[in-house]
């Protein structure tokens, strides 16, 4: 049976040109980086190195890098630790938070959690594409919004929001800007002065890096509160001792993702269209997300009258690996609150499955994917009392 992974917004494999270069941090090179003999000082040395090029990847300057052990802690280092940091000023209403109602988990549980501790937090709406409207993002601004964070690229529906816009915005309302672009880099040329961008949020198994290892831009002058205390690791922002080999794999994929991101774009965006081409030739399947603003990777649908779920659950049986939605709540059984964001109802959003492709998808996967799909809806359908055709 043919093997095909569309899972790639989930996790990548790891590059083997960045295995070759983790290596010898595993058992050759393997002093702690903090020390100062020389076993550490050639790890510390690796380390900056990868940092140069993580940051060069997003137009930012190497101290300006703060490593982390993924998405997840740099979303929740971003918000706390400006939030915290501001939390003491004397507002009528407390700090005061704006962000999407299609955000990640990582952003919105960070933001609920907030709630709790007495912060405000604007959820601002998206159109039926997930698009965001930057006018929208201006009318939340009050004089006691401290943050304003917004996703870079969704991960489910790959809509790509009007970033630098946003970024101006902040910018002229002197209000600090971060976006989660763990789905973005190495798809979307970033460039974080240009874009006003004040932090933003990198996840190192999103572009073919080891998985546990993560970085947070936090542009030169910005304050921020720690959120994880101990020896003052870099900086003092972020404590515990450096996971160098996922380091040097992070510094390594970024610096691949650069170099490839025209080459990977085209090859990813003509897979991706012709599936969405032939995909949407099933009887009432429609694309989630925005039409053109959407990564060169991802393709998002929904099916009329069969849960997404058991579709998935059939296409794993045929050899075929895709999702439901965010793998970090793949397993909760409510509708998506990005597909119920755009408009949809749970029915509908139960209907939805995401294919995302990869630097390694071939035309041969595509194709299988395009004859297996319809007959997987087709069966489906059969079975569901919600199909009268």
């Known amino acids: 049976m043919k093997k095909v992974y569309l899972d790639h917004a989930s996790t990548t494999p790891v590059d083997t040109e ?8 595993t058992d050759k090179i393997y002093g702690n980086a903090s020390s100062i003999h020389d076993y550490g000082v050639e790890a510390a040395d690796a380390i900056e190195e990868a940092r140069g090029k993580i940051a060069k990847s997003i137009g930012a300057r190497p101290e300006e890098i703060v490593f982390t052990a993924g998405g997840s802690e740099s979303d929740n280092l971003a918000i706390k630790g400006i939030s915290y940091r501001n939390k003491k000023r004397k507002k009528t209403k407390g700090p005061h938070v704006i962000t999407s109602a299609i955000e990640h988990p990582a952003v919105l549980e960070t933001c609920k959690y907030l709630e709790k501790q007495g912060f405000a937090v604007a959820y601002i709406p998206v159109d039926k594409d997930g698009l965001l409207d930057p006018q929208d993002v201006h009318d939340a601004i009050t004089k006691d919004t401290i943050l304003i964070t917004i996703m870079y690229a969704n991960n489910e529906i790959g809509t790509i929001e009007p970033i630098a816009e946003i970024g101006n915005i902040a910018h002229d309302h002197n209000v600090l800007f971060h976006t989660d672009a763990v789905q973005a880099i190495g798809k979307v040329p970033i460039d974080v002065k240009k874009e006003h961008v004040d932090l933003l949020s990198i996840s190192s198994h999103k572009i073919y890096g080891p998985k546990g290892v ?12 720690p959120i994880i205390h101990g020896g003052g690791h870099e900086n003092g922002v972020r404590s515990g001792t450096y996971n160098t080999p996922g380091i040097v794999g992070l510094g390594k994929a970024c610096e691949l ?6 080459v990977d774009g085209a090859h ?4 991706r269209d012709r599936l969405i081409s032939e995909i949407l030739n099933v009887e ?14 991802n393709a998002h649908f929904r099916f009329t009258a069969i849960e997404g779920e058991s579709l998935n659950l059939l296409l794993n049986e045929q050899g075929i690996a895709a999702a439901t939605g965010s793998a ?5 059984l409510e509708a998506s609150h990005v597909l119920l964001a755009l408009g949809l109802e749970p029915a509908q959003a139960h209907g939805s499955l995401r294919f995302s492709l990869g630097r390694t998808t071939t035309d041969d996967d595509i194709s299988y994917v ?20």
Do not use: F
């Open 18 to 25: 960045v295995i070759n270069a983790m290596t010898p941090y």
């Open 214 to 225: 993560g970085a947070l831009y936090i542009k030169k002058g910005v304050k921020l509160d």
């Open 257 to 262: 993702g650069t170099q490839r991101m025209s």
């Open 268 to 271: 990813m965006t003509k897979l």
């Open 284 to 297: 009432e399947s429609y694309l989630n997300g925005h039409p053109k603003k959407r990564l060169a990777n």
């Open 328 to 332: 970090c709540s793949s397993k909760k």
């Open 370 to 389: 395009i004859d297996v799909v319809p007959k997987v809806v087709a069966a489906l359908r059969q079975m569901s009392p919600l199909w009268n055709r």
